[in-house]
């Protein structure tokens, strides 16, 4: 009888290898479009720009191998380089941890039991959903130092209002500031966590005699630590990312604001790219913007399990 089971168990493998193979087939005839256009879209233009990085690539004629002279020139000779990673390390410093706490904030003043508060979350939230340029065509009108809302606001308290995009200390804050207006994608964010924190926790910790702030601070800040994380490490790569605010604040044509105070990383990326047409330094430019980003989501990752606590007890 065992003779024959094995028999018979032999005799199927090579059925259900075939059928297996044939599954594996139709998976990829399914994904085949993710995959081409991967290939064609996303991997073949990194490779490119690896390899131009090492190239003195014009678009035109040029395409010579020299090596790391890219590079050499970017950390040794471009002072426009230091000034532009220095605006944005600034920018990411003040605005991600900014931004966040503001969206915490805004989270759990928008989960309290007040009558209307659907439209209040509406309200809050309209910003995020608005188009990018427009938005930032209306804050260089409210940012006007003569005729802006804002200026104009403070005068009436009796404050002398400065040039906000028209002087270097404050063209970055102001930036910053307008960023504060579209918080409601992080507050949805926090909104969603916060109603799934289950409220027999804080009715447990208010018979022990635990306060508002105790209850805050040791149920509601742990239990939204994944969601904090997660917003601290996207909010922190699309920051290193900023480039349209600047360009369309600045005057769209390639300036930097004043003093090249809204020179960021990828502003000055874009400068050599298609204003000098500097391929290969805009690509090693790149590739180093690439390696700092992943360097300090990495640092985050590692350090993440000291603070960051998960429904199962593993901060892994």
Do not use: C
Not at 90 to 107: H, K, Q, R
């Amino acid at each position: 009888m065992t003779g024959e089971a094995n028999d018979t168990r032999q005799a199927a493998k090579p059925g259900r290898s075939r059928l297996r193979v044939r599954e594996e087939f139709q998976g990829f005839v399914f994904i085949s479009p993710w995959l081409l256009g991967f290939l064609v879209f996303t991997a073949g233009p990194m490779l490119f720009s690896l390899y131009a990085s090492f190239t003195n690539y014009n678009i035109t004629t040029r395409f010579d191998f020299i090596g790391l002279r890219n590079y050499v020139e970017m950390f040794k000779y471009d002072k426009l380089f230091w000034t532009s990673l220095y605006n944005t390390v600034y920018y990411v410093v003040f605005m991600v941890p900014i931004t966040t706490v503001g969206a915490v904030f805004l989270g759990i003043l928008l989960n309290q039991g007040v009558p209307g508060m659907r439209a209040y979350r509406t309200i809050f939230y309209l910003p995020a959903v608005l188009s990018g340029v427009g938005v930032y065509l209306l804050w260089m009108q409210l940012l006007s130092p003569s005729t802006g809302l804002i200026n104009t606001m403070l005068g009436w308290a009796g404050i002398q209002g400065p040039a906000w995009l028209f002087d270097p200390n404050w063209t970055k804050p102001s930036l910053i500031m307008m960023k504060m207006w579209s918080l409601g994608g992080g507050m949805l964010l926090y909104l969603a966590t916060l109603q799934n924190v289950p409220p027999s926790l804080y009715e447990s910790a208010e018979i022990d005699g635990a306060g508002a702030y105790r209850r805050f601070r040791h149920i509601t800040i742990p239990l939204i630590t994944p969601v904090i994380f997660f917003d601290l490490v996207t909010s922190t790569i699309g920051a290193f990312q900023i480039f349209q605010e600047a360009y369309i604040m600045s005057g769209g044509e390639g300036t930097a604001g004043p003093m090249n105070s809204l020179l960021f990383y990828n502003f000055h990326l874009w400068n050599k790219a298609f204003r000098v047409f500097d391929m290969g330094y805009a690509s090693s430019m790149a590739w180093t913007l690439l390696v700092i980003v992943m360097a300090i989501t990495l640092l985050n990752l590692k350090f993440a399990k000291h603070w960051v606590h998960y429904e199962g007890g593993d901060n892994r």
